[in-house]
């Protein structure tokens, strides 16, 4: 049955979407701007039948999605930039015991307390680790409202099948903004894998489970990170990106969630000044899609990227590209959101 | 993962009685701790704990930062490894997602009491239904003797050289006292493992912080003061003296709450 | 066509509310929308707006440096947010708390005395959104008025069928008040009138 259209808010749609996606247990602590997301899933949660706990620290709540992902179940915790900070070092353990768990940061302007308007200056910390040692989690950026529905669902498939922590990078615009989205008022019945690997109590098994990062052998720990750097190479095959009127454009405007909106409203305006733009949307920023990428600019004279950094996603498109065309980058930040027409602009320059 | 290799168990040669074995929740691996260090008798407490309470099929351990970091490889259950001060959330997040399974944690004094405080108090405040095995020393052990927060006033230590120095560094942190008066606490004990009638008493303190999970009566920790003998510079004899001359003064043994109806 | 809207006021003016009846209006009419509110500690101090975009094409940005038409609920509102009117845009001020005139001469300004006419039509001030509503809708007519009434029957559904009658009262009263307005005039003579 069609789900009846109506105003969502992103927070909403991402605490309904983890519900739909089989989140079995969320533990998180506030921190604008993402509170509806634990407000929701604190009576949600438990009308499934499944876990809802308030933490005493993102450094508390971080851990509590360890123990839950090392127990087999599908744990989740919504932050927002200075929160996810506090969560690196759990994250960089729940990567090296190969856990799936989904962590959502709903980007907020830094560095330090910073602001609560959006932002896009995580990247770095998103894709590249963030946390200590060489460990990389998947990064699922959605663009509007529909997405912050889906995305959670998606995370958690893509986290369980590689053992390893997922993140939706949002911003305080997608998470506070609504917009209309059809929505079942049902979740649907979610799929879990089978998860052998488990410490939720031998019960019969022939061995124990131990989920553990600690491998104080040299070598031990040299293979471990090979195995996970071949697991990180199978990941790319997943990337996933869209396109908007790029088969004919002449400059490519990279950009992702909230700014992809903006840019891909710019390059339209671009299109009424004559200047052919098109939008490229890494939908995935790791795996990043570096070969769609190249595919889509193989035509293109010019690059620019658009992000609210200082550049950030632009090192990544660069090392794409390679020096094959030139990669012009505009950047907001600490909260500004640039408007469709001061990106057109930009896209003037650049196309020039 | 490790496959369990079927031991003997209880088989003995004809016209002989067996009196003492390992616990069947412990595995072959031999401990990696120090001449005098009380781990390994806290561990096999441990493991009694879990053969005596049949517990083996549904216990999640969750082990610590600090010199027990390694408890996994010594026991024959799941286990969890938590990093350094996080054990009570990872345990909460086992024990919420898994509420029929016997979650305990185990964990020194710098992973309990100093990093680890803020996860400590919120696990006992929320009553949650785990157990912890707290081993008391005094110092940071694994990372070579530096002051922990429940070293003893005047203690030398790798990073209070001349001595523990309270106005510097203030009093030692009495966790046992400091978690009494939080509601969600079901039981808390504290003894030293200084001698075998002492430790019989942990075994029994023990065997009431299990039973508090299993009745669901909420939060349960024991405190086990234990000798480092390697870092406070002593033999595992004057190590045992001290506990008994000079830490049970700062650090009072006994049970400070029990709610189990006995 | 893309309309930017932006609602300002005090918190518990419905500010937030008359943002959502726009973006559910437009909805109705199978329009895209976005509603982004302000959040944080700003709201905290007591002031609270909200951007209302709607378009028949995809929308970009949910936010703008300026924009279509602005609805001021009360003085700081109007302070903060006047310069934020596109040339030729709209003004709406709310003339029931606000005293004093808008400065600009190259936009439409509007002043309904939206308190008094809500306590006249719903016997209490609540319903000044609604009728700041229906005052915009009357001089800037961008959506159609039964998907305004379609957006306030979803949103009052809850509270049942007498609440939604007297907003859609005070919807029309807003409209007539503003009826046959010229723009920079002095406050609504229908409004003064009642």
Redesign the interface.
């Known amino acids: 049955m069609q789900a009846k259209r109506r105003l969502v808010k992103g927070n909403e749609a991402i605490a309904l979407g983890a519900v739909a996606g089989g989140c ?2 969320f ?1 998180g602590y506030p921190i604008t701007p993402q509170n509806e997301v634990p407000e929701i899933l604190s009576s949600e949660m438990p009308r499934h039948g499944r ?1 809802f ?1 308030q ?3 993102e ?3 971080i ?9 087999g ?1 599908r ?1 989740m915790t919504s932050s927002s930039s200075p929160g996810i900070s506090l969560m690196m ?2 994250m960089s ?1 729940i990567a090296g ?1 190969e856990l799936p768990c989904l962590v959502v940061n709903v980007m907020r302007g830094g560095p330090g307390l910073g602001s609560i308007a959006a932002s896009q200056a995580d990247y770095f910390q998103a894709v590249k680790g963030g946390g200590h040692g060489d460990y990389r989690c998947i990064v699922l950026a959605p663009w509007n409202v529909e997405e912050m529905y889906a995305f959670p669902g998606i995370a958690f498939d893509m986290a369980d099948r590689y053992r390893n922590p997922a993140m939706i990078l949002a911003d305080g615009v997608l998470g506070q903004m609504m917009e209309p989205a059809c929505i079942p008022s049902e979740p649907p019945a979610a799929s879990h894998p089978e998860k052998p ?1 488990a ?6 098994r ?9 491998v104080i052998d040299p070598h031990e720990l040299r293979d471990h990170n090979r195995k996970l750097q071949a697991k990180y190479q199978q990941m790319q095959a997943e990337c996933k990106w869209d396109t908007r009127l790029a088969d004919d454009a002449e400059i490519i405007v990279v950009a992702y969630g909230i700014t992809a909106r903006i840019a891909f409203s710019a390059c339209k305006l671009a299109r009424k000044r004559g200047i052919k733009a098109g939008l490229f949307r890494p939908i995935t920023l790791y795996p990043f899609p570096a070969k769609p990428l190249l595919e889509t600019a193989a035509n293109a004279k010019s690059l620019l990227v658009v992000e609210l950094s200082s550049g950030q996603m632009v090192e990544d498109v660069r090392l794409t590209i390679n020096g094959k065309q030139p990669v012009a980058f505009y950047g907001e930040m600490g909260g500004v959101i640039p408007s469709p027409a001061e990106v057109c602009e930009r896209i003037v320059e650049a196309a020039q | ?4 290799i079927e031991r003997p168990g209880t088989q003995t040669p004809e016209g002989l009685n067996c009196v003492f074995e390992k616990p069947r929740a412990m595995s072959d691996k031999p401990f990696h701790y120090c001449p005098g260090c009380s781990h390994g008798t806290y561990h096999r407490l441990v493991g009694e704990m879990i053969d005596e309470f049949d517990l ?5 351990g ?1 082990c610590p930062v600090g010199c027990a ?2 408890a ?1 490889e010594y ?9 350094h001060g ?1 054990a009570p ?10 509420p029929d ?2 979650v305990f944690t185990y964990q020194g004094d710098g992973d309990l009491a100093s990093i680890g405080m ?2 400590t108090i ?1 696990a006992a405040a929320r009553g949650e239904n785990i157990t912890v095995f707290f081993v008391n020393n005094g110092i940071f052990g694994m990372t070579g003797g530096q002051m922990a927060p429940t070293s003893l006033i005047g203690q030398k230590t790798t990073t209070s050289q001349a001595g523990r120095d309270p106005m510097l560094t203030g009093q030692p942190i009495k966790v046992c006292e400091l978690l009494s008066s939080l509601d969600g606490v079901a039981y808390l004990a504290r003894v030293p493992l200084s001698s075998p009638k002492n430790i019989k008493t942990c075994r029994k303190y023990m065997r009431n912080a299990v039973r508090c999970q299993l009745e669901g009566k909420g939060f349960a920790l024991v405190e086990a003061l234990s000798p480092c003998p390697v870092q406070w510079g002593m033999t595992p004899g004057d190590a045992i003296d001290y506990i008994d001359e000079k830490v049970v003064k700062v650090f009072p043994p006994g049970e400070f709450i029990n709610k189990l109806n006995d | 066509m893309i309309e930017e809207n932006l609602i300002a006021g005090f918190g518990g003016q419905g500010v937030l509310s008359l943002g959502k009846l726009m973006a559910q209006a437009a909805m109705e009419q199978n329009l895209c929308a976005t509603w982004l509110p302000s959040y944080g500690p700003e709201m905290r101090g007591g002031t609270a707006n909200c951007v209302v975009c709607f378009s028949d094409d995809e929308i970009g940005a949910p936010v703008a440096a300026n924009y279509d038409a602005v609805v001021v609920m009360n003085q700081p509102s109007l302070e903060k947010f006047e310069s934020a009117v596109k040339p030729g845009g709209t003004l709406l001020i709310n003339s029931s708390i606000i005293s004093v005139r808008a400065k600009r001469s190259d936009i439409d300004v509007f002043y309904i005395d939206a308190n008094d006419l809500a306590e006249s039509v719903a016997g209490n001030a609540k319903a000044a959104n609604v009728i700041a509503l229906g005052a915009l809708h009357a001089v800037r007519p961008r959506l159609e008025t039964s998907a305004i009434e379609a957006a306030l029957k979803t949103a009052f559904e809850y509270k049942g069928q007498k609440v939604i009658d007297m907003n859609i009262r005070a919807l029309h009263a807003g409209m007539e008040a503003m009826q046959d307005t010229e723009p920079n005039q002095p406050q609504a003579t229908a409004a003064r009138a009642r």
Do not use: Q
């Not at chain 1, 410490?199 to 019969?204: E, H, L, M, S, V």
């Not at chain 1, 022939?206 to 600690?214: F, M, T």
């Open positions: 079995d247990a533990f876990v706990l933490a005493e620290s450094v508390a709540s851990n509590m999605v360890y123990g839950a992902a090392a127990a179940l744990a070092e759990g353990y015991a690997w410490a939720n109590g031998r019960n019969g022939s061995h124990k489970n131990v989920a553990n990062s600690l | 993962m490790s496959t369990i083996m099929s549904r216990t999640v969750v970091v390694f996994y026991f024959e259950f799941d286990m969890v490894e938590a990093s996080r959330a990872v345990a909460t997040g086992v024990k919420r997602c898994l399974r016997f803020a996860e919120h």
